[in-house]
């Protein structure tokens, strides 16, 4: 099982990416992309592709756009062929901005950007501790998970969905992640809950065979126990809810 | 055909709302320009602007469908379009054209664009200049506010322009100064700089007539006249930013100075003092390193930004944060930076101060809540987009910040001890060596920033001087060095460009080898037309310097290029000690390197015993121990900072670990901890104290104060006790009067004292001098402003296990302790600027105790007596206690029957210093007697898990509800 993990051009959280993915047994590696446009052959080594989180061109032009045009540019026959495989694609943070604008997720419609991801609703960063409740347990990401307790820290992560298409979203299922309150209820777009005003509190995407998925919140950010806000008064065992993201990408190749 | 291209959010985005809220006007929109040199045909347009939006979010404006689209949103009459001045740092423009490049190939090869914000509003003209006033700074953007009806003509007529840097076509001919002149003309030419042809002079130089006579002096022995370059490179070389010549001055009797005597000094006697040193690195590298376990150094730098964050806040603060990284960066053979802290000394955002650097209401100093928002927000992207996480900072008000903000940022870093098996903190730029520029280009952007910034800001304070960050260039170039070239050992020496540019950079590193050779026409510039001394001192950011083996050369320069870097050749270093500069082989410089670094006159300063300024006693407003206890809550320096924790990125590198807001009520903590490696559960503990407030009254008590509360607070967090290094930073005023030396030297004494009292070595430092303002005010009055001397100390130090790291959340039926003794202590205290204070004294630091106090915190924390714990601070004990029942969200009883000879409010408000608020478990009490002897400690009450604080006297009972308390506390500041 080997993981590809992608960066340069201020994508910047591929250290810890990858540290998740070795944990639960993956092999992997972080390629700079320029080096995967020299050689996309390489993708045939690997099982999973993650973008991690991160700045890529400084969120200039709309978060993730700069990067998902030079995708488009130099690789993007290569991604498409590579998530129609049996193979798990997954996008964290910026990667998710980078998947939602080179349209691999919803992808109902095979056209480029379907949904974009516009700034919050606070109109600023929001680095915080959400709730979110699994709604689409078909995805290989997110079986048998029912609520994460992960990190958000992002300016632009306000889902933008065109009436039809949310339509659709929902009839085929394919919203990954949903944020919800204390009382483990739909959010209803209230802050902090939601931190950002997505729509239906939407935090995760998926394509229609659940194995690309484009999320927000950060599951290497809750790894261990440690990560969690105040884990000195849990008791929690070795791992946060972030783990059992990456341990389903095992299972899955299992 | 078009020169624009225009994009429009569909929905209400953030920005808007937040202006529509603030300007209370909801027909508000706010357009993406881009404005190009040349005119697009229509393919091109459609392409380009297909790649710069987002059809799902975006509407493209067209000359079809501007009116159209516009007017569905309001009747809008008026516009104000903001873009760059020519030549500052456009960081969307450079995507976009990026992005082109990549796109669209040779198709579309030479062409120049600016990104512009145009702010459309339907409302009165008044309200659209407001706005301008608060969205732009005159300084590095062009505002032009025009009706509407022009903006729509303009977009017809494609009269939207882009202003290129206009800089003339000049043919540089070596320029030799003669210095042979009055005394009168040579300090002209320290003051404003040296004299062009047409007798305009290039901005100060920050050199003081005794320095131009050693110049002078030097070049009548060498028998030639200087030339521009080489009095440029002077000036910057021995600017007090980079030679620091107070700290190193004699000073009254202290010979050597107060660097050498109090803080190297302290080190050097702590080093002699205990066996087992773990400092790695002191003093000279660009950061100080300690030893962080048997495999990895880590490294803290921190520096001040003030004269740029007053100028331009957010590009002061964001160039302050990324200059610091690159400390880092070139610490040792390169530290990849693992954390970001910071801390600002502003003034009040909700006033206005009116205050001008020239007469008659001319040159006016920004708005304190602009400065503020700015500081806030630059750190923030600089932070943010680096991938560093930001978790430790604080910030300060007080109105003598007015002039001047201080900005402190700092870094923390880590590297391994050896890299192919060599030592990585040692560094050594061979003779033979080429020298590499690798990173941004140079343009005219911080021409004089070293000089200037040990200058007082007045009207002569030059406009170049402002740079802007542009950190993904910086994170891309980081990210080479860190990950490729660092452990591959393919250069033999690194530093950053910062202060003075290359001509500090090349100077300082040339050390290692005895000189250099440059070639000044071989570095890449962003535009044609600057002179060969600009291009030496620019201080253009996102570069770094490298001493690379020839035989490598080729190959570092591959792989910068191949991760979209720039990396250029741009001289060597040689044996000889000898500074050369080349310029189309003409030799503009030819210094002896001793000359160079040692040849500036050495200072001899006297001090004199200030005139204290007692506060006067202020008679306490009546009002119940509830009610105060609100007041300090929502007072500015003590209210939640919260809403800056959650907008810089604190999780980022999956290391954070005691996260800057704490508990479930969420207190903004005083100290934070990361744990750098994931093979290692050894963490790092950071924390920063400074007491301006403190510093009139007693200069020597402050600096104890300071180091006491920063020291303290990583004790609390659960640190080594021997593991704990700390950083000075010393912002100053007026460092020519003798009154404020004596303060200085006061200051760097108790430094010297209380570091080696609690034996916690000064790694690093930096000081800053001349924190004045001189100006008018709104009449036409000449004033000068002066912060209060200030000194930030920074601590860093490792927690040894996961399991020592403390939490400030108490439980159900714990005792509530203070550890350490309460003294009547209010004065200067937030207590006493709110709610008055009879008779008092400042706080005073008893190390010995103290330490008593830490060691054995320490020890019951290892055994697990220690439930949660906080440290004491300002606003005293009450607001400690405060901050305990808002994390938990759980109520405590607080008993005032109180044994000694204090009143109520000086037990529960005086800052005496060194005290820790502690809960133990009941069945603990017995091992905590055990370690803690009967004085040291006062059992105050417990936590009863209700909902309310109660404080019992021997008459009544005060109570107060935690949700209201939490409420107070988290209080937005007014004016931000």
């Known amino acids: 099982m080997n993981v590809l993990v992608l960066s340069g051009y201020g994508i910047n959280c591929e250290n810890e990416t990858l540290h998740a993915f070795e944990v639960v047994g993956f092999k992997g590696k972080i390629i700079h992309i320029n080096d995967l446009i020299q050689n996309p052959k390489q993708l045939n080594n690997y099982q999973v592709f993650a973008i991690p989180g991160g700045f890529s061109y400084g969120d200039d032009t709309g978060s993730g756009n700069a990067m998902a045009k030079k995708i488009m540019t130099n690789l993007y026959d290569q991604l498409i062929d590579f998530s129609l495989k049996d193979k798990l694609v997954i996008g964290i943070c910026n990667g998710c901005q980078i998947l939602i604008n080179l349209g691999l997720v919803p992808s109902l419609n095979k056209k480029d950007a379907e949904v974009a991801l ?37 300016q632009e992560g306000q889902f933008m969905i065109p009436i039809n298409l949310l339509k659709s979203i929902k009839a085929n299922n394919l919203i990954g992640l949903q944020y919800i309150n204390h009382h483990k209820k739909l959010a209803k777009g209230q802050f902090p809950f939601n931190p950002n005003g997505s729509k239906d509190d939407i935090a995760a995407l998926t394509n229609q065979n659940g194995n690309v998925l484009a999320m927000m919140p950060h599951p290497e950010r809750a790894f261990y126990h440690y990560h969690i806000p105040n884990w000195q008064s849990k008791t929690i065992k070795k791992f946060g809810d972030g783990y059992k993201i990456f341990m389903n990408a095992k299972k899955f190749f299992a | 055909m078009t020169n624009t291209i225009q994009i429009l959010s569909i929905e209400k985005t953030g920005k808007e709302s937040s202006l529509q809220k603030e300007y209370n006007n909801k027909s508000i929109k706010i357009i993406d320009g881009y404005f190009f040199s040349t005119n697009l045909d229509d393919q091109k347009f459609t392409k380009i ?22 007017s569905s949103y309001s009747n809008f009459n008026w516009v104000v379009e903001i873009k760059f001045l020519p030549g500052v740092t456009d960081n969307i423009a450079t995507t976009v054209k990026e992005i082109i490049k990549d796109n ?11 990104s512009t914000k145009i702010i459309l509003i339907k409302g009165r003209k008044e309200d659209i200049t407001k706005i301008s006033k608060n969205e732009a700074n005159p300084l590095i953007q062009t505002i032009k506010i025009y009706p509407f009806k022009k903006y729509l003509n303009n977009f017809k007529k494609n009269q939207f322009k882009i202003e290129k840097v206009k800089l003339p076509k000049k043919k540089y001919s070596k320029k030799e100064i003669n210095l042979n002149i009055s005394d009168h003309q040579l300090s002209l030419i320290g003051k404003l700089g040296i004299e062009e042809n047409d007798k305009s002079r290039r901005g100060t130089l920050g050199l003081d007539l005794e320095s131009l006579k050693a110049i002078r002096n030097y070049f009548s022995t060498i028998k030639r006249k200087p030339t521009d370059v080489e009095i440029e490179t002077l000036a910057q070389t021995w600017s007090e930013h980079c030679k620091h010549k107070i ?39 660009n950061a100080g390193g300690i030893e962080f376990n048997k495999d990895w150094i880590i490294c803290h730098k921190v520096e001040t930004h003030n004269t740029p964050s007053a100028l331009d806040p957010f590009g002061g603060a964001i160039t302050g944060i990324v200059g610091v990284n690159r400390d880092c960066l070139g610490f040792g053979k390169g530290a990849k930076p693992i954390a970001n802290t910071y801390a600002y000394y502003l003034a009040d955002p909700n006033k206005n101060y009116q205050l001008y650097r020239q007469k008659n209401n001319k040159d006016p100093m920004l708005p304190a809540n602009f400065i503020a928002k700015g500081i806030i927000s630059g750190v923030r992207v600089g932070g943010n987009c680096s991938g560093i996480p930001t978790p430790q900072g604080n910030v300060y008000f007080d109105d003598r910040f007015a002039g001047k ?18 030592l990585s903190h040692k560094k050594k730029a061979n003779p033979g060596d080429i020298i590499l520029m690798a990173g941004g280009r140079v343009g005219k952007d911080g021409i004089h920033g070293a000089t200037f910034s040990s200058e007082e800001l007045d009207p002569n304070s030059p406009v170049s001087a402002v740079q802007i960050g542009d950190p993904i260039t910086q994170k891309k170039m980081s990210d080479v060095i860190i990950r490729e070239l660092r452990d591959e050992n393919l250069y033999s020496s690194i530093t950053d460009n910062g202060a003075g540019g290359l001509s500090s950079s090349i100077g300082e590193m040339a050390k290692e080898s005895g000189g250099f050779i440059v070639n000044l026409e071989k570095i890449p510039l962003k535009y044609n037309g600057l002179y060969p001394w600009e291009i030496w001192v620019s201080e253009s950011q996102e570069r770094m310097t490298l001493a690379v083996p020839p035989k490598n050369v080729k190959k570092v320069i591959k792989r910068f290029n191949s991760r979209g870097v720039e990396a250029t050749i741009i001289g060597k270093f040689i044996k000889k000690e000898k500074a050369i500069v080349k310029y189309n082989k003409t030799e503009i410089l030819n210094l002896d390197m001793e000359f160079l670094h040692e040849g500036y006159p050495k ?19 009546k009002s119940s121990l509830i009610d105060k206890l609100h007041k300090l809550l929502s007072s500015p ?11 810089y990125d604190h999780e980022v590198q999956a290391t954070s670990i005691i996260k800057p807001l704490q508990g479930e009520g969420r207190v903004f903590g005083n100290a934070t901890a990361i744990k750098p490696l994931f093979d290692d559960e050894k963490s790092i503990a950071l924390s920063q104290a400074a007491y301006p407030q403190y510093a009139e009254t007693n200069p020597y008590d402050m600096a104890g104060c300071s180091i006491d509360t920063a020291y303290k607070n990583l004790i609390v967090s659960g640190a080594n006790l021997k593991k704990i290094a700390i950083l000075d930073n010393f912002c100053w005023c007026s460092s ?40 008018f005010d709104k009449t036409g009055k000449s004033v000068k402003i002066s912060i209060p001397p200030t000194l930030l100390i920074s601590s860093i130090g490792v927690v040894d296990k996961i399991s020592h790291l403390t939490k400030i959340t108490p439980d159900d039926d714990d005792i509530l302790l203070v550890l350490g003794a309460t003294r009547n202590e209010l004065q200067d205290s937030v207590y006493s600027k709110i709610i008055g204070y009879e008779k008092s004294k400042n706080p005073v630091v008893n190390s010995k105790n103290a330490l008593r106090t830490y060691k054995n915190f320490e020890k019951a924390n290892k055994l697990r007596i220690i439930n949660s714990a906080i440290g004491i601070d300002l606003g005293g004990l009450g607001i400690a206690v405060t901050k305990m029942a808002i994390a938990s969200k759980k109520g405590l009883t607080i008993d005032l029957k109180l044994k000694n000879q204090i009143s109520v409010d000086q037990f529960l408000f005086s800052e005496t210093q060194s005290r820790i608020l502690v809960s133990i478990k009941k069945n603990k009490l017995a091992n905590f007697k055990k370690i803690f002897k009967a004085s040291d400690y006062t059992i105050i009450g417990k936590c009863t898990g209700s909902d309310v604080i109660e404080f019992k006297d021997n008459k009544k009972i005060m109570r107060g509800k935690i949700s209201d308390f939490a409420k107070s506390y988290k209080q937005n500041i007014r004016g931000l």
């Open chain 1, 118 to 154: 516009i700034e919050n609703k606070s109109g600023s960063y929001e680095c915080r501790w959400v709730d979110v409740k699994v709604s689409n347990n078909k995805s290989p990401w997110l079986k048998n998970i029912s609520t994460l307790s992960l990190p958000v820290a992002h």
């Open chain 2, 247 to 285: 700290f190193s001055a004699k000073i009254d009797d202290i010979h050597e100075g107060i660097f050498k005597k109090y803080i190297k000094g302290a080190t050097e006697k702590i080093i002699q003092l205990r066996k087992d040193n773990f400092c790695v690195s002191l003093f000279t590298d």
């Open chain 2, 104 to 114: 669209l190939k040779s198709s579309f090869k030479s062409f120049e664009l600016g």
């Open chain 2, 736 to 775: 020519d009067e003798p009154d404020r030396l004596y303060q200085l030297k006061e200051a760097a004494k108790a430094c010297y004292d209380y570091a080696v009292a609690y034996q916690t070595p000064f790694i690093s430092g930096k000081d800053s001098m001349f924190n004045d303002f001189k100006g």
């Open chain 2, 603 to 621: 200072l001899n300063l006297k001090t004199s015993f200030p005139k204290i300024k007692k506060e006067k006693k202020k008679i306490i407003k």
């Open chain 2, 405 to 422: 903000p201080l900005v402190f940022c700092g870094t923390v870093g880590i590297i391994p001890k050896k890299i192919k098996g060599k």
């Open chain 2, 637 to 647: 320096n003590i209210v939640s900072k919260e809403f800056i924790a959650t907008q």
């Open chain 2, 49 to 70: 602007s297909k790649l710069i939006s987002n059809d799902v979010s975006q509407t493209i404006l067209t000359k079809k469908n501007v009116n159209k689209v516009l």
